[in-house]
């Protein structure tokens, strides 16, 4: 097992992740590869690197996972790598240097790992001028895709400390992480929106009927995120919260953006008309968002596509995840009822619409799940221009396919031709969870196979919705939560209080072949179940 590049659990893990940072902690005097020696005599001492914000893991597959980890300094991230808790039989992996190009972030690939094989790691910084000086390390832990045989297991869900509503201690922080760290997920599936760069976090917000909100507050999130510090801020407030903490160290990500890791409704070529910013150039503001997503976000670069964000994870025999990216190459936000496609109506882009029907023909897995930052039937309204709504998402109301519609009946119909089997979509944006079924007998375009669409989220901002649905492609309502009276809801949203967060929990049996899709609340309760039978 190596290196290459840039680079919870099950009671024993829980043990271990717990226990780790006060075992074999880095020692000053440690070898060459950061193994623990002998202190150096009194007068050579120099202060050690140290971890930040913890560790994370990513992108994980049957061959090979991201580690990531953040310095303080300059220095050389050292992975120690065991295939047991206990760490008996352990080896040293020299990683890369942490420099202030990237503030001090490292990730880089674990490679040559075997399916279904437990990874413990330890990581620590190694000062650059002297080896021997190395940090406390900090625990991680993941698991490689299964070979045939095993049930997969994940989770899903987006929105992060938007709306205001951010880390309340006096309500233990975000606790709907460790509610998800509880089901023991095999990975989660981040939808967009792991930051809100637009939304300032104020030390204390006025609750609807009364009381307080009391947030943590930092400097680089007081304000809208105009500089790359201030949205590299961003993702350090998140990763203040100690089960964002618990949950990255035992729960591989697989995330994707959506607009507010730059801000709010965003497209290519947008000039912003809102006082709050100095810096008016959308795709200046994108630039430095995307910089600082890949620098905190453990994705594995495998695109000579400088910052791609589509790609397929391929999660073993029984699953390929495919991120769409449906912010980076769309066009305008218009009122998206053009009767025929042109360079306005992109949403996914030629490009991407390209890859992922020829990556979805190729896909041998049983089930293909398309992870989309945004739902497809349902309608986001953005603005309105000369007394017209113009649209954020795909749909924009009832009637044959327009707009944005055209890239998605392509992907439909071309699912349909090629008779691609088992394809399930994942999104969250909308802040409320839902099942839809799409039917093509209902739908005004019917040239697609019946599909589902499952809605989750937020993780911890306001709650809204529920949106209204779009009858191009017969989307049909078989459950959601949202707020009941969502006209009278401030522009905050409902609090993220017991009961209106969510997340989707997802389990293919791996014996049958059988996905069983839960949405849930922050409390871990099931709301909604449905089995998947898949077709063969």
């Given at each position: ?5 840039n680079w ?15 075992v074999?902690?880095?020692?000053v ?71 202030g190009?990237t503030?001090?972030t ?9 399916p ?5 790691y ?12 190395s ?10 895709a ?15 400390a938007g ?36 939304d300032?976090i ?27 510090a ?9 990763l203040l ?12 990500i697989?995330?994707q953006w ?5 801000t ?12 709050a ?26 695109s000579?596509e ?20 449906m ?19 992109a ?6 619409v ?20 945004m ?7 953005d603005d ?11 749909a924009?109301g ?7 519609e055209?890239?998605?009946?392509d992907?439909?119909?071309?699912i ?11 999104t969250?944006?909308?802040?409320y ?23 989750s ?45 969510f997340f ?7 014996d ?25």
């Amino acid at each position: 097992m190596g290196i290459e590049g840039n680079w919870g659990s099950r009671i024993s893990r829980r043990r271990f992740l717990t226990g780790a940072a006060a075992v074999g902690c880095g020692i000053v005097g440690a070898g060459a590869l950061g193994r623990p020696g002998f202190a150096r005599a009194p007068g050579t001492v120099r202060e050690r690197p140290r971890i930040t914000h913890g560790v994370q893991s990513g992108d994980v597959t049957a061959r090979r996972g991201i580690v990531w980890a953040r310095a303080d300094r300059p220095s050389r991230m050292v992975v120690e790598v065991s295939l047991d808790e206990s760490f008996a039989r352990s080896w040293y992996v020299p990683g890369p240097v942490a420099t202030g190009a990237t503030d001090y972030t490292a990730r880089g690939q674990l490679t040559q790992l075997l399916p279904d094989q437990e990874v413990f790691y330890r990581v620590h910084f190694q000062d650059l001028d002297d080896p021997g000086v190395s940090g406390e390390p900090v625990a991680g832990y993941f698991r490689a895709a299964p070979a045939p045989g095993r049930d997969v297991d994940f989770v899903w869900s987006g929105d992060t400390a938007g709306q205001g509503w951010g880390i309340n201690p006096e309500l233990g922080g975000m606790r709907i992480y460790e509610t998800m760290r509880s089901v023991r997920p095999d990975f989660f599936i981040h939808s967009g929106d792991t930051i809100y760069a637009d939304d300032p976090i104020e030390a204390s917000v006025e609750l609807p009927g009364g009381g307080t909100w009391r947030n943590v507050v930092t400097e680089e999130k007081s304000k809208v995120a105009e500089t790359l510090a201030e949205f590299r801020g961003n993702h350090k407030y998140n990763l203040l919260d100690e089960n964002v903490l618990a949950f990255n160290a035992s729960v591989p990500i697989l995330a994707q953006w959506d607009d507010h890791e730059t801000t709010n409704n965003w497209y290519p070529g947008e000039l912003l008309d809102d006082p709050a910013y100095t810096v008016k150039d959308a795709d200046l503001l994108a630039a430095r968002g995307r910089q600082a997503f890949h620098e905190f976000m453990p994705l594995r670069g495998q695109s000579p596509e400088e910052g791609r964000i589509h790609r397929v994870v391929n999660y073993g025999p029984s699953l390929d995840v495919f991120f769409l990216d449906m912010r980076a190459h769309r066009g305008p936000n218009t009122t998206n009822d053009q009767p025929a496609p042109g360079p306005e109506t992109a949403i996914l882009g030629p490009r991407q619409v390209e890859w992922l029907q020829r990556a979805l023909l190729d896909s041998k897995a049983t089930w293909k799940v398309i992870a989309s930052d945004m739902p497809i039937g349902l309608i986001v309204a953005d603005d309105e221009i000369d007394e017209k709504t113009t649209f954020e998402a795909v749909a924009q109301g009832n009637g044959p396919v327009r707009g944005r519609e055209f890239e998605i009946s392509d992907v439909l119909s071309f699912i349909r031709r090629y008779a691609v089997r088992n394809v399930v979509w994942l999104t969250a944006d909308v802040h409320y969870t839902a099942a839809h079924y799409y039917d093509p007998n209902k739908a005004r375009f019917g040239d697609f196979d019946p599909f589902w669409e499952f809605v989750s989220g937020p993780l911890n901002s306001g709650t809204f919705g529920p949106n209204d649905l779009d009858d191009t492609f017969g989307p049909q309502v078989r459950y959601q939560k949202a707020p009941r009276d969502p006209d009278q809801l401030p522009d905050t949203g409902l609090p993220p209080s017991p009961g209106t967060q969510f997340f989707g929990h997802v389990t293919i049996a791996g014996d049958t072949g059988v996905m069983t899709v839960r949405l849930k609340d922050s409390s871990g309760a099931t709301l909604y179940s449905v089995d998947l039978d898949p077709a063969r």
